[in-house]
């Protein structure tokens, strides 16, 4: 750590600063007096940010393939991300209709995206960060690949979908197969199917960056990444952030999808999602205990498949 303050924080602070793109909101973002009017990150406390996966190549806008709510608590090195469905019907903030969730970022980029998400959950959005397809692919072969829990050949096959194949059994993937791996929508589970294999990539890309311990590879993964990610955090706050994250004593993942079912609401219309209400009802709680600084861990509410913080 040392060794990175004195050789790399000032030439990562400033490749970082191409990918700084405030997002223009309606209701921006509250600040905290108490720390000159900057966000909670630079104080340690929770805070909330939502987390993009763009399908888009070069300078298009896209839509967003993933799309997660996560909150983190860098003192405690624990993180809640909560998956929403990319068909997800909601009211879209800003232009007075409802749609597919991943439709918001196409019309009003991350801005509109935060704020129809914030209506969704009730819940406060400090930050955005998103990274496009191409991105996102470089970064996993940069990391030399990771490992994902494929135990049998996936393939994509329908007329109307792209098509692939991805050898099961392998013990590091790159990212082309990583990124098949988070698109591919053609078993039976459908979006709750797809938003588990986007958390299991988080967790894996989580393990293999923290586990690698070269620091030295940080510029490249961002000069990698350069104009494929844009985030409304400051370049000096993602670099204490991460050391911050780095040096818990433990870091965990507690992970949770909403979950409903989909339908259109037309013959031949398009196909939507309709999220279950007592799921919405049960990550607002949840984000409200996260984002609460005066709780501990043991008192934190967590997913139903989690009884106790590791």
Not at 295 to 303: A, G, R, T
């Amino acid at each position: 750590m040392m060794g990175f303050d004195w050789f790399l924080s000032g030439s990562v602070e400033k490749q970082l600063e191409k990918s700084y793109k405030p997002a223009e909101r309606q209701e921006p973002a509250a600040v905290d007096p108490a720390n000159n009017g900057q966000n909670n990150t630079a104080a340690n406390k929770p805070f909330s940010v939502l987390l993009f996966g763009v399908d888009a190549r070069g300078a298009e806008r896209g839509r967003t393939d993933m799309i997660m709510y996560t909150v983190v608590r860098p003192k405690d090195g624990d993180m809640l991300m909560i998956s929403i469905p990319r068909d997800a019907y909601v009211e879209l903030v800003g232009r007075d209709t409802y749609d597919k969730i991943n439709h918001a970022y196409a019309f009003g980029g991350a801005g509109m995206a935060m704020d129809t998400v914030e209506k969704l959950l009730d819940a406060p959005i400090m930050h955005y960060a998103a990274i496009n397809f191409e991105g996102f692919i470089s970064v996993v072969d940069e990391l030399g690949g990771i490992a994902l829990p494929i135990t049998k050949d996936i393939v994509n096959k329908d007329p109307n979908h792209e098509h692939f194949v991805i050898k099961g059994g392998q013990s590091s993937y790159n990212g082309q197969d990583a990124l098949n791996y988070m698109r591919y929508r053609e078993d039976a589970g459908g979006d709750v199917s797809r938003t588990g294999r986007h958390q299991q990539f988080i967790n894996a890309l989580i393990n293999k960056a923290t586990g690698m311990k070269q620091w030295s590879k940080i510029p490249d993964l961002l000069g990698i990444m350069g104009d494929n990610f844009s985030t409304d955090l400051r370049p000096n706050e993602i670099i204490e952030l991460s050391k911050s994250m780095l040096q818990a004593k433990t870091r965990s993942t507690y992970t949770y999808s909403l979950t409903g079912e989909g339908r259109r609401l037309k013959e031949g219309g398009p196909w939507y999602y309709f999220i279950k209400e007592e799921d919405l009802e049960a990550a607002r709680a949840m984000i409200a205990s996260w984002l609460d600084e005066s709780k501990s861990e043991n008192e934190l509410i967590l997913p139903e498949n989690y009884t106790a913080l590791e």
